[in-house]
């Protein structure tokens, strides 16, 4: 028995030692001598990575692989090969004539998946619904559906500034009727918005939390940051309101901003949250506490409360990145009407004088987000685009070099950008990593960036689902885009 056994493993043996290199990665792509990042494993070089049927097969030293000629191989000498990038905060629904260009946008800049942060239900589920179809040509899509928002809702449609983006809800129970169809579509998360009242927004977390989609939003106004944190808010864009919190008068601030509510519930949602935001925001900066600060961010670790700054939107005003002549090159693949807007958008902008509140804002912003990620709160890369000049897919690069400039090192932009959002709807098994089994969604790098995040830029490969877009196929693509 024992000698059978024996035999049997010397002939497996010699079988595996004679078939021939490389005929167990036939129809394999093969990524050979490349330097691999990812979050957990930082960089590792001289690895071969074999992708087959849209999925990392195997990933091993080079040395230790044998490959044929007849293997499809893409030499990484020199190289760099990072997880594919998401975009955590975009908005296919906010000029829709400009949907049908994102999807190309974002692959060309390597970005294989992205979360969409509110719009037209139907509208997103379409956009969605392609993108399922077209799984190697399009970048993933995450939707939220609509902005959930209280009485009078702000994104109302009342203005082309103003697009309906959201959906004004009464009372709890109307809040929870929207949940319901939301989640009845296929939402992957809800988004929660500033003119909700606690109760509603109380109502919407505890039914997003027993269907587990994760809820994110703005802090309600009528809220301060650690009830809404406590209560399950999983995520919070543009660190919206949160200063409001971290005042030494937060208290004072809230019960003013509740009176005002309450005045202006006749008015436009718009109107009423801007008068807020002018009446507080510099107040609130001002004033911002140290001790209040530490404990609104300990809540946000304690209670794994993410959040996705959104430098772009947020400081650009200040920073004006878009003064760029790269960046505005980027203009020339847009739809010519939205280019030529743009292009006059951010003359005007250029010239606006940057006010001394903006600046004093941009300074708290990135002086918070640096704190929260010292405190392991989970930051996520997202721009907002295509709002505020913000070139889909371009952008996020710029994202990711804020937050570096914020505190983060290169490899935790990375992993903001990566890991993070895979983390975020349970999907870190099949996305985020260089890992055997997972998605083949990568993009290789002509230079290091960990050496200096701006290298994330210098692209010359996109792998959707094991597609393979080299160069010339991103430039192609490009062409096309400008006409
Ligand atoms: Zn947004």
Redesign the pocket.
């Known amino acids: 028995m024992k000698q059978n056994k024996i035999l049997f493993l010397l002939i497996l043996f010699v079988f595996i030692g004679c078939s021939k290199p490389g005929e167990l990665f036939k129809e394999a792509t093969c990524i050979t001598n490349i330097s691999t990042i990812d979050a957990n494993n930082g960089l590792i070089s001289n690895q071969t990575i074999i992708l087959k049927d849209g999925k990392i097969l195997k990933i091993a030293k080079s040395k230790d692989l044998k490959l044929s000629p007849e293997n499809k191989i893409i030499d990484g000498t020199g190289k760099f090969l990072i997880p594919g990038l998401w975009d955590a905060?975009?908005?296919f629904a906010?000029i829709e004539e400009m949907a049908p260009s994102m999807f190309d946008l974002f692959l060309s800049y390597g970005v294989t998946s992205v979360r969409d942060?509110?719009g037209k239900i139907d509208f997103l589920k379409k956009w969605k619904n392609e993108s399922t179809a077209n799984p190697t040509t399009t970048p993933r899509v995450m939707i939220a559906g609509p902005l959930l928002d209280g009485m009078p809702n702000v994104y109302d449609g009342s203005s082309p500034a103003r697009p309906p983006l959201s959906v004004g809800l009464a009372t709890p129970e109307a809040a929870l009727l929207e949940v319901e169809k939301l989640d009845s579509i296929g939402v992957d998360l809800l988004k929660a918005y500033e003119m909700l009242s606690p109760e509603q927004f109380f109502a919407i977390a505890k039914r997003a939390k027993e269907k587990g989609l994760p809820l994110t939003g703005h802090i309600p106004l009528s809220m301060d940051a650690i009830t809404a944190s406590n209560a399950g808010f999983s995520s919070i864009?543009?660190l919206r309101n949160v200063e409001m919190s971290t005042a030494k008068n937060a208290d004072e601030l809230l019960e003013q901003r509740k009176k005002m509510l309450a005045l202006g519930k006749d008015g436009e949602g718009s109107v009423l949250r801007k008068s807020i935001h002018e009446s507080q925001r510099r107040e609130a900066v001002l004033n911002a506490d140290e001790e209040k600060t530490k404990e609104v961010i300990t809540a946000f670790a304690e209670n794994k409360t993410w959040q996705i700054p959104?430098f772009m939107?947020m400081t650009s005003f200040v920073d004006k990145p878009f003064a760029s002549k790269d960046w505005q090159e980027t203009f020339k693949y847009l739809p010519p009407d939205i280019e030529r807007k743009w292009r006059d958008g951010v003359a005007t902008v250029l010239e606006m004088e940057v006010t001394e509140d903006r600046k004093i804002y941009k300074d708290w912003f990135f002086e918070t987000v640096g704190k929260m990620n010292k405190a392991n709160v989970g930051i996520m890369a997202g721009t907002?685009c295509p709002?505020f000049y913000l070139t889909p897919g371009y952008s996020l690069h710029h994202e990711l070099i804020a937050l570096v400039k914020a505190g983060l090192t290169p490899l935790e932009a990375i992993e903001s950008a990566t890991l993070s959002p895979a983390r975020y709807f349970k999907m870190e098994k099949e996305l985020g990593l260089i890992s055997e089994g997972m998605f083949a969604d990568l993009v290789i790098l002509d230079a290091n960036p960990l050496d200096d995040i701006q290298n994330t830029k210098k692209i010359n490969t996109v792998i959707k689902q094991g597609n393979v877009l080299n160069r010339a196929a991103l430039d192609e693509k490009m062409k096309q885009l400008d006409q």
Do not use: C
Request: hydrophobic fraction near 25%; aromatic fraction near 8%; charged fraction near 15%.
């Open positions: 905060h975009v908005h906010y942060t509110g864009e543009h959104t939107v907002d709002i």
